[in-house]
């Protein structure tokens, strides 16, 4: 089992609905997660960061963890073509201090 | 502004081949990290250091070393470069310092093919 799984899609949904990724992590001690954004041959940007169990939201980006259940998801509402990109879900496991574990992303697609 | 800058952006070496390559940032940072994507694997720690002349090992070290002198630069060098080490190498940073101190500031990316 992956320490941080994410399906990898592709997702495709329309201009104006609410997009739902997922991600689940082995280890339940973790307590930091994040989501990155990653256009096609450009680097990782920070989206989000969440720390604490149930909702943070930022603009249009909701991120929402659960301890308990072992996942973090990203709900990006009012979708625009300009958030097509694949999302990265990172985690620092319990133990690791500083680093981040890496799901291998999701890839979105806003369709017009 | 302060930034993360790493070179070459591209290469193509031979197998065998020593290469580094190097990543600069003026954050002022402690941790710097590398890190490589293939398709389907996400990203994956390779080597990475909280600190001048502090080094570790990630998850996929084999065949790659780093230095740590300064607070400015990481090299990542490979040995001898191998085909399963063309990949795409990203290296980040984080201050360490605080809360969200664990934000990873990403370089745009070296691009290595080895034939």
């Known amino acids: 089992q992956k320490e941080v799984e994410q399906n990898s899609g592709p997702l495709s949904v329309p201009e104006g609905a609410i997009a739902s990724l997922n991600c689940t992590y082995s280890d339940r001690g973790s307590q930091s997660f994040f989501w990155y954004r990653q256009y096609s041959g450009k680097s990782p940007e920070l989206i989000m960061s969440?720390?604490?169990?149930g909702d943070k939201e930022d603009g249009r980006f909701t991120a929402q963890l659960n301890k308990a259940s072992q996942y973090v998801s990203l709900l990006i509402r009012d979708s625009q073509p300009s958030d097509s990109a694949t999302y990265l879900c990172?985690?620092?496991?319990?133990?690791?201090?500083?680093?981040?574990?890496f799901g291998s992303g999701t890839q979105l697609t806003v369709l017009p | 502004d302060a930034e993360i800058t790493q070179s070459p952006r591209h290469k193509i070496t031979e197998t065998g081949r020593q290469v580094t390559l190097a990543c600069h940032q003026t954050w002022n940072h402690n941790n710097m990290f590398w890190y490589r994507q293939d398709l389907g694997h996400g990203l994956r720690l390779i080597h990475y250091?909280?600190?001048?002349?502090?080094?570790n090992k990630g998850e996929v070290s084999d065949g790659y070393s780093v230095s740590r002198s300064n607070t400015e630069d990481l090299p990542l060098t490979l040995e001898s470069a191998a085909s399963s080490q063309t990949s795409v190498y990203f290296c980040?940073?984080?201050?360490?310092?605080?809360?969200?101190?664990?934000?990873?500031?990403f370089g745009a990316g070296s691009r290595l093919t080895v034939l």
């Open positions: 990172a985690v620092i496991l319990s133990g690791s201090a500083r680093q981040l574990t």
């Open positions: 980040a940073s984080s201050s360490g310092l605080s809360s969200g101190a664990n934000v990873l500031t």
């Open positions: 250091s909280y600190g001048v002349q502090d080094t």
């Open positions: 969440i720390y604490s169990n």
